[in-house]
């Protein structure tokens, strides 16, 4: 079976032994790289999320596959201004630089897009934007949640009750998959369709890295879901 295949349809024992095969350390560390600061424990188990991230920075490390290996610092308040305009505060840039290769950029993007194309996470599709993305679902429906990326926004959905009680068969490609469709349809209702940074074929006007990124757009909350939406190309 391909990891492709695996990915797409969320088989995840092909994910354990991936990550038996390259060692857990391997795994946590590239985690890191990519913009996860939660601590992780390197234990096999790594790879069905036995480590808990955060939904904001679990998006954040997604955003590598959208802009073409570049990290990602995931960040709210832009600019304060006071009552008679004067800024107060100015976020500046960070550099963070290349973290994946494009090579494995073009990589994870054909094993990502298949997932929203034909996947698990096909409620998700928006038309004619490429996507990529991943479903997630805990045990006995705990937890639920859809993490994807345009080549213009990188946005996270999380499903889930407070007290931390099973939901009724809620699985990432469901109600996630559905609101992330909803958020970025309407994120993307402007915005020219652009394909994901591939290494097949030449360049496609106006793909990302193009064009200048977009302001940040609010969280947004929808009764017990959260969702981080931010600029694929903003540091």
Known sequence: MSLRYALTHSINTVAVKLTANLGPGRVAQTA???????????????????????LLELTGAYAPFANGGARVLPHV?????????????????????????????AAMNDMMGAVVRQGTGKRAAIPRHPAGGKTGTTQNSRD????????????GIWIGNDNNTPMKKVTGGSLPAELWHDVMLVAHKDLRPTALPSQRGPPLPGRAGARSPRAFRSTSTAAASAAALSPSTSV
């Not at 990519?34 to 480590?51: C, D, F, M, R, V």
Request: zero cysteines; aromatic letters at 8%; charged letters at 15%.
């Open 32 to 54: 890191h790289r990519l913009g996860i600061s939660s601590k992780l424990h390197a234990q096999p188990s790594l790879a069905l999320g036995t480590s808990e991230v955060t």
């Open 77 to 105: 308040i832009t600019r304060i201004r006071s009552e008679d305009g004067k800024v107060l505060y100015t976020r500046q840039r960070s550099a963070v630089g290349q973290v994946v290769a494009p090579h494995h950029v």
């Open 144 to 155: 639920a949640w859809f993490v994807g990326y345009t080549a213009h926004y990188v946005a």
